[in-house]
């Protein structure tokens, strides 16, 4: 089993809709899941349906883990002041090739790349601008003896 890092770059979205009758604007932000890891972006105030977050988000991955859902959900909402937070739409990233990759390579890097955006009612709800990469930290399998919990260090004297 193959352990790293896996890194999101929310970067923006487009074409996001008004969900507010009583308002024409809208606070986008984005919650990023990755196997019960959970991050928030920042509440893009004032940029209404084409946000810019750039901000970039790191999770502890495992390849091959325990499971089969190697997806990043990204849920964008709308944050209200006296209110509840509205859904606005979602997408989910299937990232296990990005993982093996990442794995026989020591690093794998999906550039920032568009994805639909669906609301609750399965319609389209604009797009968002992600990359992801993963990078290899440790293997399990490593052929490297240890001793007493030292590595074995022959020739390091």
């Known amino acids: 089993m193959t352990a790293g890092l896996l890194e999101v770059l929310v970067v923006s979205a487009c074409g996001l809709p ?14 990023v899941n990755y196997k019960g890891q959970e991050r928030k972006t920042r509440i893009a105030r ?19 883990g325990s499971g ?7 849920k964008i909402m ?10 606005i739409g979602e997408t989910m990233i299937h990232v296990e090739d990005l993982l093996a990759l990442g794995m026989d390579n020591g690093s794998y890097e999906m550039n920032s790349t568009k994805f639909r955006v669906i ?22 399998d490593d052929d490297e003896e240890e001793i007493g919990g030292w590595k074995d260090s022959y020739g390091d004297e």
Request: glycine share 8%; no cysteine.
């Open 46 to 64: 004032g940029q209404g349906g084409n946000p810019e977050w750039n901000q970039k988000f790191t999770f502890r991955a495992e390849y091959p």
């Open 78 to 87: 709308d944050h209200d002041t006296f209110s509840s937070d509205d859904f």
């Open 119 to 140: 609301g609750s009612d399965q319609k389209y709800r604009g797009e968002i601008k992600v990359g992801v990469k993963f990078t290899k930290t440790s293997n399990d």
């Open 18 to 31: 008004k969900l507010d009758f009583l308002t024409d604007k809208i606070d986008p932000y984005v919650l």
């Open 68 to 74: 089969s859902d190697y997806n990043i959900n990204l």
